[in-house]
């Protein structure tokens, strides 16, 4: 196979951002060593990525409990009423976003998803009664758009970000 077909950038950029996901501060050097390619191709495919918005962003893992601040879900299934422009400007605008940090609350993931809920906001508050906060404000903004709202409190996250938790035994408490 010619060493720059499609097929083979495809798996090469497979690799490297196996390698990423798995340790995102891992450096170009090291990618490149484990991988026996070299530190230019590495470079060159990861701002290729980070242009074409594949990599859209970097992250750290954090042991929430360590800070003080416990994490939630809140899972959201929507009514049938179609959203209107102001919503959906809204919704868009990232407007959203900054509802939580006015109550000490920080979001963590947002996502639009197909089942039995529409969408599922994950974040972090200091305790339960902020979290409740947080779910009567979103019912009290959109209460002509959310049917139900379910908040969830995890109490052991096993893995996060394809990453193990480096604790994961003492799962053996909640169980």
Sequence with gaps: MPKR??????????KILNELRING??????????????RQKV???????EKNKTIWGYTTIIDFEKQGL??????????MNPLDNKI?????????SEIGPKM?????????V??????????????????????????????????????LEDLFVTRDHSILNPDFKEIKKFI
């Design 70 to 79: 416990k994490s939630y879900t809140l899972l959201i299934k929507r009514t």
């Design 5 to 14: 077909s499609k097929k083979q950038i495809d798996i090469d950029e497979k």
């Design 88 to 96: 959906g400007d809204l919704l868009t605008s990232g407007e959203l």
């Design 25 to 38: 501060k891992k450096s170009i050097n090291d990618i490149a060593e484990s991988l026996g390619f070299s």
């Design 104 to 112: 000490g609350v920080n979001i963590i993931d947002s996502k639009y």
């Design 114 to 151: 197909h089942g039995e809920y529409d969408w599922i906001i994950s974040f972090t508050a200091e305790d339960i009664k902020q979290a409740k906060k947080m779910q009567e404000t979103l019912n009290t903004l959109y209460h002509k758009y959310i049917d139900r709202v379910t908040l």
């Design 43 to 49: 470079w060159r495919v990861i701002k290729n990525l």
